[in-house]
């Protein structure tokens, strides 16, 4: 076979697979699939970026609220470094104060309901009954132990 020969049937095979009938489709849904995992990809970005963003003005404003009130206690009152470190730690624990209130009031709109549990009643003392009978609100279970223990037997 010569090499003319051979890339005939390359070409030959291509332009069978390209004028296959399932081909568009498939490079359809192809193109779709890609289109909605760039959306998907850009609306992560875009919500880390505003994560990014919100983060760095939180951190602004707290240093900027810190900074403000550390300078109004320098100003009217004359403390000792001891008192001053003191002070400064409780400004700090008074700005993240903010953040544990709101996540106490997000706690709180949580669903109060807990999750229900069914209980499965235990498995009787002799294994003979391959089923065990439920009470109210609870759910049934089969013992699998006798079935494996026959089809192995027989």
């Known amino acids: 076979m010569s090499a003319l020969e051979y890339i005939e049937d390359i070409a030959s095979e291509l332009k ?5 009938p399932d081909t568009g ?15 998907q ?14 983060f760095t003005i939180w951190v602004w404003n707290l240093g900027f609220k810190s900074g403000y009130k550390l300078r109004q206690q320098l100003e009217t009152e004359q403390t000792s470094p001891q008192n001053l470190l003191q002070q400064t730690i409780n400004l700090l624990v008074s700005l993240l104060k903010g953040i ?7 706690i709180s ?3 109060s309901e807990k999750t229900k549990i069914q209980v499965i009643p235990p498995a009787p003392a002799n294994h003979s009954a391959n089923l065990i009978t439920p009470a109210k ?15 192995l037997s027989e």
């Not at 089969?142 to 026959?150: P, R």
Request: with cysteine; charged share 15%.
């Open 100 to 106: 544990v209130d709101w996540a106490e009031c997000q």
């Open 109 to 111: 709109q949580l669903p």
């Open 137 to 151: 609100n609870q759910t049934t279970t089969i013992d699998l132990t006798n079935i494996q223990q026959k089809k």
């Open 16 to 20: 069978q697979t390209l004028s296959a």
């Open 25 to 39: 489709k498939i490079y359809l849904r192809a193109i779709v699939k890609t289109w909605q995992l760039i959306k």
């Open 41 to 54: 990809l850009a609306r992560l970005i875009f919500l880390l970026v505003l994560l990014f963003i919100a």
